[in-house]
């Protein structure tokens, strides 16, 4: 659940999802329903069109040296981003190599969305340097 209340909350800086949950081959993708409308004023996502054809640029990983990324945040031109703007009820899909964010909620109203992310467990290889282990490997729910 993603709870934006008016003026509280920070930014959610320019990442891909990719990058926190990866899998081999790459697989992520986050289903972002809007709970309530999104606009620019309550800090709606923003996107780096075509930015998913790119690859991945960096990776959060659990090491040696505890929990960090494998490489320094790419400079994005904040000029390049579209907004997102979607009322209440859509359901937006992000593929997971798609550079997005959000923007703190100015507005006088909320901006509550769901959030989930799904990953292939059949085809993929979850990597053992991910920042998130589980203690029990996954029951796939569909199996090709």
Known sequence: MIVQQPGIGGEVVPHQDNCF???????????????????????????????????????????GDGVHFDNPSPSYNYEDFVPLEVKAGTLVLIHGDLVHQSFVNQSSKSRHAYSIHVIDTDRCTWSQDNWLQRKVAPTPIYVS
Do not use: M, Q, V
């Open 21 to 63: 949950l990866y899998t081999d081959p790459t697989s992520c993708t986050a289903l972002w329903l809007a709970l309530e409308d999104a606009t620019i004023e309550n800090g709606c996502l923003w996107a780096l069109p075509k930015s998913h054809k790119g690859g991945l640029a960096r990776r959060f990983i659990r090491d």
